[in-house]
């Protein structure tokens, strides 16, 4: 327990600026996209042994919060994925070219790439939260 709480602490009291946030993103990201991938995975299964709580579980995550929760979703996985093309790119193919100011204009570049694919998502999923026959298709 003390590892855990020495970690959390040194996670919070360092001021790494745009590396250190983007670091914390990209897990926290990534470990919202394995829960939500576990949890798909557990509901799709639930459908052969118990229809009955598959669609228990289908009219729970009807409910607003939980589709508010799939927006968040939408973001963790494209800032998880965008960060994670960042991180490989200059890994791979420009080690050489490493520098801290470059690489906080590039953690700053990677959340508005983010925000700008995932801003229309969210609008419509959104709009559709609280207008269920709202549909472009």
Known sequence: MTTLRTALTGYLRYRGREG???????RLTGLGTLLFLVIHIIDM???YWSPEFFQDALELYRLPIFQLGEIALVFAVFYHGANGLRIA??????????????????????????LLLWLP??????YRIFNPEFSLF
């Open 20 to 26: 250190q946030y983007s670091f914390l993103l990209h």
């Open 45 to 47: 299964a639930a459908f």
């Open 89 to 114: 790119v200059v890994d791979m193919f420009l080690p050489h070219q490493w520098a801290i100011n470059a690489q906080r204009n590039a953690a700053r570049w990677t959340l508005v790439i983010t």
């Open 121 to 126: 998502a969210a609008l419509y999923m959104g």
